[in-house]
């Protein structure tokens, strides 16, 4: 099993930014790719950055030039740099690992830290 746990979020003015942390234990080991996701009220939970264990990182397109992903593997950590905030950006940030083990049903265990909450004000 893997525990993910995240921190950093807040309340931040438009413009400002914010570090997301998010931090893997238990079974660390075996994690691949990790990333985040937001839900804002009344949506759906949507991907936001994505990194692979080789540090391959991928972006929303309504992020890009303004957020950033990294990872350091030694300490089993994500980490989601959030420049020039806007206040659609205001959601609960959730982390999400996937494992190099496969459950019975040939699927990669995914992982799912409680989320941390992001707000904007304009």
């Known amino acids: 099993q893997v525990q993910l746990v995240e921190s950093g979020g807040g309340l931040v003015q438009t413009g400002g930014s914010l570090r997301l942390s998010c931090v893997a234990s238990?079974?660390?080991?075996?994690?691949?790719?990790m990333g985040w996701y937001r839900q804002a009220p009344g949506k759906q939970r949507e991907l936001v950055a994505t990194?692979?264990?080789?540090?391959?990182?991928d972006l929303a397109d309504s992020v890009k030039g303004r957020f950033s992903i990294s990872r350091d593997n030694a300490k089993n950590t994500v980490y989601l740099r959030m420049n020039s905030l806007k206040p659609e950006d205001s959601a609960v940030y959730y982390c999400?690992?996937?494992?190099?083990?496969?459950?019975?049903?040939?699927?990669?265990?995914?992982?799912w830290g409680q989320g941390t909450q992001v707000t904007v004000s304009s």
């Open positions: 238990g079974s660390a080991r075996g994690i691949n790719n």
């Open positions: 990194i692979s264990s080789g540090g391959y990182t």
């Open positions: 999400n690992a996937d494992s190099v083990f496969y459950t019975d049903a040939g699927t990669p265990y995914v992982y």
